[in-house]
T-cell receptor, first 113, second 114 residues
Framework: AQSVTQLGSHVSVSEGALVLLRCNYS??????LFWYVQYPNQGLQLLLK??????LVKGINGFEAEFKKSETSFHLTKPSAHMSDAAEYFC???????????FGSGTRLSIRP | DTAVSQTPKYLVTQMGNDKSIKCEQN?????MYWYKQDSKKFLKIMFS???????INETVPNRFSPKSPDKAHLNLHINSLELGDSAVYFC?????????????FGEGSWLTVV
């Protein structure tokens, strides 16, 4: 069975600092992994995804994530936080045999001026 | 143009009422979903339709009935609303049902039952 765990329900960083949002997954077959962002009062929007190929995936707004099979992780990073990055971030996993995507519980990112 | 649009955005209603949320996608996608996001931001799938056919029906009360008149529309009707139905309901779509496809979400419908 698939599952996804996001460590830290709330992360706060200073503007210009490194952003690191953690995601670990469990899947019995090679997973497809996603990060979605939800801005206040809006729907979810895809940041990036890993399907196959290169394990370092670049997304929109300067975010990237690295698929590490040995660590069953797909952490999201951004070198320099911007105030506009404040939002809720969801990691999600799906495997090729599954009929549905499983979302993590979300991490709220706050940016301090 | 909004890719996945849902109406109404906000809905406040009394317990026991019946209400509907409409959803339309103009992306030409075959698959549409309804998700429920609770007050703790936990997101869970309710229903999935592919070309008007029901694929996934999670353990959702029978009071919730989706209807897909065509593949571009997926409406959600809720009978006898309860306080616990208060949540944000997201409509979403994807080109077709395969693991690596991106899911496109609407902006949500905030339902408050009083």
């Amino acid at each position: 069975a698939q599952s996804v765990t996001q460590l830290g329900s709330h992360v706060s960083v200073s503007e210009g600092a490194l952003v690191l949002l953690r995601c670990n997954y469990s899947s019995s077959v090679p997973p497809y992994l996603f990060w979605y962002v939800q801005y206040p009062n809006q729907g979810l929007q895809l940041l990036l995804k890993y399907t196959t190929g290169a394990t370092l995936v670049k997304g929109i707004n300067g975010f990237e994530a690295e698929f590490k099979k040995s660590e069953t992780s797909f952490h999201l990073t951004k070198p320099s936080a911007h105030m506009s990055d404040a939002a809720e971030y969801f990691c999600a996993v799906r495997d090729s045999s599954a009929s549905k995507i499983i979302f993590g519980s979300g991490t709220r990112l706050s940016i301090r001026p | 143009d909004t890719a996945v649009s849902q109406t109404p955005k906000y809905l406040v209603t009394q317990m026991g009422n019946d209400k509907s949320i409409k959803c339309e996608q103009n992306l030409g996608h075959d698959t549409m979903y309804w998700y429920k996001q609770d007050s703790k931001k936990f997101l869970k799938i309710m229903f999935s339709y592919n070309n008007k056919e029901l694929i996934i029906n999670e353990t959702v009360p029978n009071r919730f009935s989706p209807k897909s008149p065509d593949k571009a529309h997926l409406n959600l009707h809720i009978n006898s609303l309860e306080l616990g139905d208060s949540a944000v309901y997201f409509c979403a779509s994807t080109p077709f049902e395969t693991a690596g496809n991106t899911i496109y979400f609407g902006e949500g419908s905030w339902l408050t039952v009083v």
